[in-house]
């Protein structure tokens, strides 16, 4: 039972234990408390941690360039290794003008501006920037992504993700790339940037498996504003593939409202599990590379299926395995009846990330009460 859960698998060269991943994700913790939530998801048997959202650049406490920065990831990739996982550095480069934002601090203090309002003011600021940086910076950043590869691979992990969302995705959406060079215009050409980060860590860390996290936007209804068009996977999909990297992990763009990609059990239209398996259909058609679906999945027979079809090469979780990092072991031990399943309340997950309290769950506060 749960054969195709428990099947190893490579990707890029590098063999998965089985086919269940922690999803990128921003935990919002500190110190030891991070390295337990991390530890307890690592020892509950998934085949690799995805770290989120690590800089490629040299500024911030945690850069890859810095001394203290270095001596964290290796101390991560040590604990996960520890557990006999595998880890993952999602590499990303933020699209966000600091500067530009500072202009709205007073609002934010006030309460004159609500976070609703927020977002629509930050995007129109990303679209600024990638619509003005000029080519040179543009090729250099993208470029940053090979160094910034072979830090992570000295640090001691074992893949690069490289993000899809933040500028990769600002480029990618011609929602905000407006440019008529070659980073912009055609579907090839706002491809660019994405590409060129892809290739840098190719040429950078050789042999190194390389995801890309495909974050995907549609229309008619409306989702996602960065990212790519579902309608132009057909020519992002193969340029990346050329690029050099090795499987896709896909989902929902962001960009927009966090209850969208992070979406709850009773959203109007990604209530379902599986909710963003839909674009992996279309990815599917596009490539033979491994792909990795998200969104919503808690069913041990759900995700069999989906593994088993062959619709989905891997399974990432994220609030699933915050509610129970266990969940892969007890699957595989015969007890998925007392798996604490993810309900996607969002009360203290995505409510704790935006009230900068951390992600928990629900679960952890009536641990806390027995």
């Not at 579907?187 to 042999?207: D, I, K, N």
């Amino acid at each position: 039972m749960y054969e195709a859960i428990f099947r190893p698998i490579e990707l890029g060269g590098l063999t998965l234990k089985n086919r269940i991943i922690f999803a990128p994700t921003s935990m919002g913790l500190r110190g030891k408390a991070y390295e337990r939530r991390l530890r307890g998801i690592a020892a509950g048997g998934c085949a690799m941690i995805v770290i989120g959202d690590v800089p490629v650049g040299r500024g911030g406490p945690f850069s890859l360039y810095s001394k203290k920065g270095a001596a964290h990831y290796k101390r991560l990739c040590e604990l996960v290794h520890a557990e006999g996982c595998l880890i993952c550095a999602q590499l990303h480069q933020s699209d966000s003008d600091f500067k530009a934002m500072l202009r709205y601090l007073p609002g934010i203090l006030s309460g004159r501006i609500s976070k609703e309002q927020l977002r629509p003011l930050l995007n129109r600021q990303a679209e600024k920037l990638v619509t003005g940086m000029p080519a040179e910076q543009a090729g250099a950043i993208a470029a940053s992504f090979g160094r910034a590869a072979q830090l992570a691979q000295q640090a001691g992990f074992d893949m690069i993700q490289v993000h899809g969302d933040r500028m990769c995705g600002s480029f990618s959406s011609a929602l905000f790339n407006h440019r008529t060079d070659a980073y912009g215009g055609s579907a090839a050409g706002r491809a660019r940037f994405a590409a060129e980060a892809v290739a840098a860590v190719r040429r950078a860390a050789p042999g190194m498996p390389i995801d890309y996290k495909l974050a995907v936007r549609q229309e008619a209804p409306h989702y996602g504003n960065a990212g790519v068009l579902l309608e132009e996977l057909p020519v992002f999909v193969p340029l990346l593939e050329r690029a050099g990297a090795t499987s896709f992990h896909v989902t929902l763009a962001d960009h927009a409202d966090l209850s969208d990609p992070i979406p709850a059990a009773d959203h109007p239209y990604f209530g379902g599990e599986g909710c963003f398996l839909r674009y992996c259909d279309l990815v599917r058609s596009c490539t033979e590379l491994p792909i990795c679906g998200v969104g919503g999945l808690t069913s041990p027979d759900f995700v069999e299926g989906q593994l088993a079809s062959g619709r989905i090469d891997c399974a990432a979780m994220s609030r699933q395995l915050i509610a129970d990092p266990a969940w892969p072991e007890k699957v595989r031990r015969g007890e998925a009846g007392t798996i604490r399943r993810c309900v996607r309340c969002n009360i203290a997950c995505l409510g704790g990330m935006q009230r900068h309290e951390g992600v928990h769950c629900i679960y952890d506060r009536k641990e806390a009460l027995k």
